[in-house]
């Protein structure tokens, strides 16, 4: 591999990362405040990604100016989710029973996306999607590179949510220990409902920002459940700084391989990691303090 692949190879790997943060962040919240296993998380984003394209082909305006009506729909969505479906389900078996729960939901919303808008295969065009930029000899596509500028805002709103606001404070306390942040007056199954909306708006963002360099169909989605539970694994269940990293790890990675094995088989690497987190190090290799109590 020749200096300037190995160079635009990182790049691309940084820019992958950056996105597949955002993507994994709400997956991580979920479990931190519910313990909920969400598999319609990535359903949820392909969703976000179809209503983009379709304020795109409906208005011809941008589609990341669809983010105001998206974000705030999916953050009422996930308070509906949790209120109305997932604190019904009994504590005991709560993590279980959630993944055949959001499993169902994940093939609801397959389902619709199809009957809505047929299984043709869509992508949105813009008049900056063939555009590159040079940086020091690499080409970097312009969608690519707001994608990544959409997710580190968007990750850096959600560390400054969880660490400076009261919300925030509850939330964590909430993540930390439940039974605890009961005791001090905290709201426990308020606070859930507003950090599962949350997470769910996050899957608005990420979905739109991945309409931008992505053919999307209904069952776009199962191709990103797996590496998607693999980032918050490695990263430590219930951390999000820890996801974070985890997932600009493995995005270099991804990166690097695709040029020596192919795009395909460069997939391999979230599994291969997940398998290896779970013999090694259970809890997480840069988090986990919640995967160790449960």
Same mark, same amino acid.
């Given at each position: 591999?020749?200096?300037?692949? %190995?160079?635009?190879?990182?790049?691309?790997?940084?820019?992958?990362?950056?996105?597949?943060?955002?993507?994994?962040?709400?997956?991580?919240?979920?479990?931190?405040?519910?313990?909920?296993?969400?598999?319609?998380?990535?359903?949820?984003?392909?969703?976000?990604? *179809?209503?983009?394209? *379709?304020?795109?082909?409906?208005?011809?305006?941008?589609?990341?100016?669809?983010?105001?009506?998206?974000?705030?729909?999916?953050?009422?969505?996930?308070?509906?989710?949790?209120?109305?479906?997932?604190?019904?389900?009994?504590?005991?078996?709560?993590?279980?029973?959630?993944?055949?729960?959001?499993?169902?939901?994940?093939?609801?919303?397959?389902?619709?996306?199809?009957?809505?808008?047929?299984?043709?295969?869509?992508?949105?065009?813009?008049? *900056?999607?063939?555009?590159?930029?040079?940086?020091?000899?690499?080409?970097?596509?312009?969608?690519?590179?707001?994608?990544?500028?959409?997710?580190?805002?968007?990750?850096?709103? %959600?560390?400054?949510?969880?660490?400076?606001?009261?919300?925030?404070?509850?939330?964590?306390?909430?993540?930390?220990?439940?039974?605890?942040?009961?005791?001090?007056?905290?709201?426990?199954?308020?606070?859930?409902?507003?950090?599962?909306?949350?997470?769910?708006?996050?899957?608005?963002?990420?979905?739109?920002?991945?309409?931008?360099?992505?053919?999307?169909?209904?069952?776009?989605?199962?191709?990103?459940?797996?590496? %998607?539970?693999?980032?918050?694994?490695?990263?430590?269940?219930?951390?999000?700084?820890?996801?974070?990293?985890?997932?600009?790890?493995?995005?270099?990675?991804?990166?690097?391989?695709?040029?020596?094995?192919?795009?395909?088989?460069?997939?391999?690497?979230? *599994?291969?990691? %997940?398998?290896?987190?779970?013999?090694?190090?259970?809890?997480?290799?840069?988090?986990?303090?919640?995967?160790?109590?449960?």
């Amino acid at each position: 591999m020749s200096g300037s692949l %190995l160079f635009q190879s990182l790049v691309l790997g940084v820019l992958l990362g950056g996105l597949n943060a955002l993507l994994a962040a709400g997956l991580t919240l979920y479990f931190g405040v519910m313990r909920v296993v969400m598999i319609a998380h990535s359903a949820f984003l392909i969703l976000a990604a *179809y209503l983009a394209w *379709y304020f795109n082909q409906q208005t011809g305006l941008d589609p990341l100016l669809s983010l105001v009506v998206t974000v705030p729909l999916f953050f009422l969505v996930g308070i509906g989710m949790q209120r109305l479906l997932i604190t019904r389900l009994r504590p005991a078996t709560l993590t279980m029973m959630s993944v055949l729960l959001t499993f169902a939901i994940a093939l609801f919303i397959e389902g619709m996306i199809g009957f809505i808008w047929s299984g043709t295969q869509r992508r949105i065009q813009l008049s *900056y999607s063939g555009s590159n930029i040079e940086f020091f000899g690499a080409r970097i596509a312009v969608v690519k590179l707001i994608a990544f500028g959409l997710a580190v805002a968007s990750l850096a709103l %959600l560390y400054v949510i969880l660490k400076k606001s009261r919300f925030g404070q509850a939330l964590r306390a909430t993540i930390q220990h439940p039974e605890a942040a009961k005791l001090v007056g905290i709201k426990t199954d308020r606070i859930a409902g507003l950090g599962f909306g949350l997470g769910l708006a996050t899957a608005a963002v990420g979905g739109t920002a991945l309409s931008l360099d992505a053919t999307i169909y209904p069952s776009l989605h199962w191709h990103w459940i797996g590496p %998607l539970m693999a980032i918050i694994v490695v990263g430590g269940l219930g951390s999000i700084p820890g996801t974070a990293i985890a997932a600009m790890v493995l995005g270099i990675g991804q990166s690097l391989l695709q040029v020596e094995i192919g795009t395909t088989w460069a997939q391999t690497l979230f *599994y291969v990691a %997940l398998f290896g987190t779970l013999m090694l190090r259970p809890q997480g290799f840069f988090g986990g303090r919640l995967a160790q109590r449960f």
